[in-house]
């Protein structure tokens, strides 16, 4: 018996190793960790396959050090779905599976079923709550919850309950206020359902198609407005499989949609969850990877790379806001969370359900070819109405720093009522450029081809592409003259905003906002209570929140998407326009949008103001059907980097040569060609791209022509990747 070992480095294949001295040969040994010698160091594999004979003679084969696992910790079926993954994304098959691992198992460490359990010692018990609550408020909040809970709280639900629980628990278990003791892991929790609001029929009717498949594979779009209830669909279908006894995986696309989502789910299900994010300690990610795969979670929610997470008794698949680029991977094994969780789904054989109020080009164009069902909610519950969209002619209004005089007087009228105003802009720091007024000089990234972002605050110079950082000069590096910030970031305009209503509080929500841990749910709350008047951000205001009050949304220079480089701008600049525009008109308030432009008469702009989402997307399938674009087509995007382009483009003509296309024209290639930023980060970019009408066509190709390219010497002095189905092309 030969074991075909998957090892976590950039080689593609499996490598063949003969079991341990002590194997017995009784044993399942597929999807279990090994120890082993890979080359001169000791490392974690993990067996993928087993075989009866190897290509190499037995005298070169090393023996398996031990077997790490009693049970398989990859069953089957995720081991089958992660096999077809490396090989569909043309990615060394070690590393997909290492990306399915938390890092504890990735090291070799036991999967463990200990965990630690925290109570109040009697001196804790008998703590003064009041003076506690005065002098030490955070360890008060974790105080109270210990003192409700005699038993005890394990570390998982204390990573869910608190903020920053680890110091505060730190400094009460220093007092001798809280002791810890070691339980065995359960793997059955009860499971509680409270019911939900009544459905409309709209909602009705998709949760009956939904549960009439649940016992077989069968994918869903489901079309909602912003604000129709998809969420209250999801749980309702969620039932139906929770009560089978099997389990729902919740896919969504940011880390900060998980607080707001994780309420509502504990509202309706009284039972154990399992969380996934990047946000998580190695050890909270383990112990809620562990629960996915044991079966104990019944529902498991995460961003992205919850998508690989196995499952004991998989019974539904939903991924929410199905749309959005978050769910592909851009370095590294660069998969499609949404793609693989309906593959996922064919192989469980299991209904999923993917959402949005603007689908992509691809979901839609699979409706249309009988590959997806749609279930549409046209409609906003109750007597909440749409809101109206207006375009604001920037050609023919002043403006004061990017906000027009329209804009203004509209969040005069709105504040004075009583509602919130949001103003997005998709644009960080104080101005994206800094400019002499006497030369023309404006300040460059000397690593890139790009502009330095002015961050007013900090007082300085900021590249948000390879992260470089430098004081803002006194005066120009030229000709010493004045220097000006020009054009518009978040910054600036909430700046403004206090100059023009001073008399409204305000948040500002991006990326330098919520760098600190529980910064973004602080601003939220302060939205909420209704503190904050005035919020300006970039798209993470854009993603599922629901902010009852705000009445106004303005957007802010709309027009970026209208002349983008990538076939993908404009399906994202409209997209991005109905999502914020679905952040107005909540509760009773009739909501109002103005999007600023100096393009009133695109054809984009006005069919997406006077028809719709829905129409704007026939009409970009047209475009792209005519164009030959995805998803009318399909695309594998080479790139390459160096310090020096003319080394960059040897290797990509090098690789192009090699490329032998077939003589019936299925498929074809463009380039090698610069990136549109050729250079960042200090290395020089290009690309080379592969499309074919006939998916199997260009996957029979790219298998022994990238085997090919992997042997060119020039490969050695550069970095290349492929991306296989590119949702950018940079």
Request: proline content about 6%; charged content about 25%; overall charge neutral.
């Amino acid at each position: 018996m030969i074991f075909q070992v998957a090892i976590n480095a950039p080689l593609h294949g499996l490598f063949d190793y003969l079991p341990p001295a002590d194997w017995t040969g009784d044993q399942d040994v597929l999807g279990k960790r090994v120890e082993v010698f890979f080359g001169r160091s000791k490392t974690t594999g993990l067996i993928a396959g087993v075989a009866d004979e190897s290509s190499f003679p037995a005298s070169r084969l090393r023996k398996v050090n031990q077997i790490l696992d009693k049970d398989p910790v990859l069953n089957e079926e995720m081991l089958s779905l992660l096999l077809w993954a490396a090989a569909y994304y043309q990615h060394p098959v070690g590393e997909v599976i290492a990306t399915a691992l938390p890092l504890a198992l990735r090291q070799g460490k036991p999967l463990g079923g200990i965990e630690l359990v925290w109570s109040l010692t009697p001196s804790g018990a008998e703590q003064d709550s009041a003076a506690l609550a005065r002098r030490a408020p955070r360890q008060w909040e974790l105080w109270q919850k210990l003192q409700q809970s005699p038993a005890g709280i394990s570390e998982i639900v204390l990573a869910d309950l608190a903020q920053n629980w680890r110091d505060t628990l730190k400094r009460m278990l220093d007092k001798g206020w809280v002791s810890s003791r070691e339980e065995q892991i359960s793997t059955e929790y009860p499971l509680e359902i409270h019911p939900g609001p009544t459905l409309t029929g709209d909602q009705s009717t998709a949760v009956a198609e939904i549960i009439d498949a649940c016992s077989g594979f069968s994918p869903f779009l489901l079309f909602g407005v912003t604000g129709s209830g998809k969420t209250e669909v999801y749980f309702e279908a969620m039932e139906k499989v929770l009560r089978e006894g099997r389990q729902v995986l919740l896919l969504v696309p940011e880390i900060g949609l998980t607080p707001q989502l994780l309420a509502r789910v504990r509202a309706r299900f009284d039972g154990k969850l399992a969380i996934l994010h990047s946000g998580l300690a190695d050890g909270e990610r383990l112990a809620s990877w562990r629960d996915a795969a044991s079966g104990a979670a019944h529902i498991v929610i995460g961003t992205r790379s919850a998508a690989l997470v196995p499952l004991a008794r998989p019974g539904m698949i939903i991924v929410d806001e199905e749309h959005d680029p978050s769910f592909k991977q851009w370095e590294g094994f660069r998969y499609s969370a949404r793609d693989m969780a309906v593959a996922r789904a064919r192989r469980h054989k299991v209904p999923v359900i993917l959402g949005s109020a603007t689908p992509s080009l691809e979901s839609l164009y699979n409706v249309h070819r009988g590959r997806y069902r749609q279930l549409d909610l046209p409609e906003r519950p109750g007597a909440v109405t749409h809101p109206e969209i207006r375009l604001v002619d920037l050609r023919a209004h002043a403006s004061n720093e990017g906000l027009s005089t329209p804009l203004v007087l509209a969040a005069e009228k709105h504040l004075a009522k009583g509602g919130q105003v949001l103003i997005f802009l998709n644009r960080r720091g104080y101005a994206p450029t800094l400019f002499c007024t006497g030369c023309g000089w404006t300040a460059r990234c000397k690593r890139c081809d790009a502009g330095m972002v002015v961050h007013h605050r900090e007082r300085r110079l900021h590249c948000h592409h390879c992260d470089t950082r430098r004081p803002i000069p006194e005066t120009c590096e030229e000709c010493h003259e004045e220097l000006a910030p020009v054009g518009q970031g978040t910054e600036r305009v909430e700046e403004t905003l206090s100059q023009l209503l001073p008399d409204y509080p305000q948040v500002r929500i991006d990326r330098d906002s919520t760098q600190r841990k529980g910064s973004m749910e602080g601003l939220l709350d302060q939205i909420r209570s209704g503190h904050a008047r005035i919020l300006t951000g970039t798209q993470m205001l854009t993603k599922g929140h629901d902010f009852p009050d705000v009445s106004l949304v303005g957007v802010l220079n709309a027009d970026q998407g209208l002349f983008g480089t990538d076939f993908r701008a404009s399906e994202r600049l409209a997209q991005t326009i109905i999502q914020v525009a679905g952040r107005a008109g909540r509760a009773e308030r009739p909501g109002l949008v103005l999007v600023q432009t100096q393009y009133p008469e695109h054809p984009l702009l006005t069919k997406l103001v006077t028809e719709g989402y829905a129409a704007f997307a026939e009409a970009a399938l047209a475009e792209r059907e005519e164009s030959g674009w995805p998803p009318y087509s399909h695309l594998a995007l080479m790139r390459a980097e160096s310090p020096s382009m003319q080394q960059t483009l040897a290797f990509l003509d090098d690789a192009r040569r090699l490329l032998i296309l077939p003589e019936d024209n299925s498929v074809g290639a463009l380039g090698p060609a610069a990136a549109p930023m050729e250079k960042r980060a200090g290395r020089f970019r290009a690309q080379l791209l592969v499309e074919s009408r006939d998916r199997s066509a260009l996957h029979k190709l790219l298998t022994p022509w990238l085997a090919q390219v992997r042997e060119l010497p020039e490969g050695r002095k550069v970095r290349w990747s492929i991306d296989v189905d590119p949702i950018e092309l940079f």
